[in-house]
């Protein structure tokens, strides 16, 4: 049986671990070649926990590849524009085209009420987690509509893009954003039928979450650990259970890649466990 993205191919930042990671997997199973890229620095100045090393790239591509799908596997700053040229290049060259793409990569600071937020953390903030997204439309862009065939768009938004929350405001602002920039895309390529969604996932049970810098922001500025902070996601859900899985949003992703979700666009979507509408 045909793959619900059989035959096309996806290019993901940010793919060598967490959510990336789980959405090249996924549309791999459903028969897509796939093209990653991260920093794959292990660290960002701005950010109180590792980024993705070298390893976990490689790694991804050969689970990728393992699945019998093709796998480019670049290592690429989504804040510099030539290297996102370069990562799309190497993409083209290795598997023809790109059909599908998840703005994926970004960061997470804060703990801080925001007047107390450096410059330096919401530059950086901004510059990945907005920057980055347009940045990685502005590579990918021109060859999708030189193709002629359409597309699908998924921008990685997030929870603190629908809702304001305390202690990460820059982050809130960047993810925010990104779901006007999806709205304006999406008015800009429609008629190229190419569709450009947001996801907007809840907490997710990867590094982003587990460390001291997300507990303290979770339990109000200070202090806090894993079962303070599940704790906390759980009184602002209205399903129970806690922090998704990557796969969860992997989920969403594949559909929004896929012709099923052929006549939907502009759309900012929540796997959120119900936290953006809880009373
Ligand atoms: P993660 O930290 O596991 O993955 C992020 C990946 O992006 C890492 O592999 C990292 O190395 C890479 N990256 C960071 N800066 C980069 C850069 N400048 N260029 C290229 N790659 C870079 O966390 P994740 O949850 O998988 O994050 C994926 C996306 O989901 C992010 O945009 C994040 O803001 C968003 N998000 C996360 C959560 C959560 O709870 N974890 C919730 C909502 C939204």
Known sequence: MAGRVEGKVALITGGARGQGRAHALALAREGADVAICDIATGSDPTTPYGLAVADDLARTQADVEALGSRCVAVTADVTRFAELEAFVAATLERLGRIDVVVANAGIFSGGVPS??????????????????????????????????????????????????????????????????????????????GIRVNAICPGGVDNAM???????????????????????AVGSI???PGGLIENEDVANAVVWLASEESRWVTGVALPVDAGINVKL
């Open 209 to 231: 979450m587990n460390n001291q810098a997300m507990y303290a922001t979770m339990a109000g500025g200070q202090g806090g650990d894993r079962q303070t902070m599940l704790a």
């Open 237 to 239: 859900s209205l399903l």
């Open 115 to 192: 007047w107390e937020l450096t410059e330096a953390q919401w530059d950086r903030m901004l510059e990945v987690n907005l920057k980055g997204v347009w940045l990685t439309c502005k590579a990918v862009v021109p060859h999708m509509l030189g193709q002629g065939s359409g597309g699908s768009i998924v921008l990685t938004s997030s929870i603190g893009g629908l809702v304001g929350t305390p202690g990460m405001a820059h982050y809130v602002a960047a993810k925010h954003a990104v779901i006007g920039y999806m709205r304006s895309l999406a008015n800009e390529v429609g008629a190229h």
